[in-house]
């Protein structure tokens, strides 16, 4: 399964983005699916994701009420709306899909078997 994630870019602080992760060679449905974000000199750290069969969305808590998982399974494609933007939302975003995960599995970087490029949101103050 390939990953391709876009939609990343400069935005001010307060703005919106929406990022975008499409899939090629596997379906979203079939697997468990995260959003994570690495910032300069910090670990990979976990910010949203889907279980494979619960569309309730799991969020980090640094990004709850701004942000919003979503997937459409029609277009093989998750969306991460992201609002209110601070600047320590600042980071390279990565998509990830991995199988069979538990809760506490989900914010577990090496749990994840495929991985998209990562985009760039930079949050200007």
């Known amino acids: 399964v390939q990953l391709q994630a876009y939609g990343g870019g400069l935005v001010q602080a307060g703005g919106s983005l929406r990022l975008s992760c499409a899939a090629c060679g596997g379906t979203f449905s079939s697997y468990d699916m995260a959003w994570f974000r690495q910032a300069p000199g910090k670990e990979r750290e976990f910010v949203a994701g889907?279980?494979?069969?619960?569309?309730?969305?799991l969020y980090t808590d640094s990004v709850k009420g701004r942000f919003a998982c979503s997937r459409d399974n029609t277009k093989n494609t998750v969306y991460l709306q992201m609002n209110s933007l601070k600047p320590e939302d600042t980071a390279v975003y990565f998509c990830a899909l991995g199988s069979r995960l538990i809760l506490s599995d989900f914010r577990r970087p090496h749990r994840y078997t495929y991985w998209g490029q990562g985009t760039l949101v930079t949050v200007s103050s």
């Open positions: 889907f279980r494979r069969t619960n569309s309730n969305a």
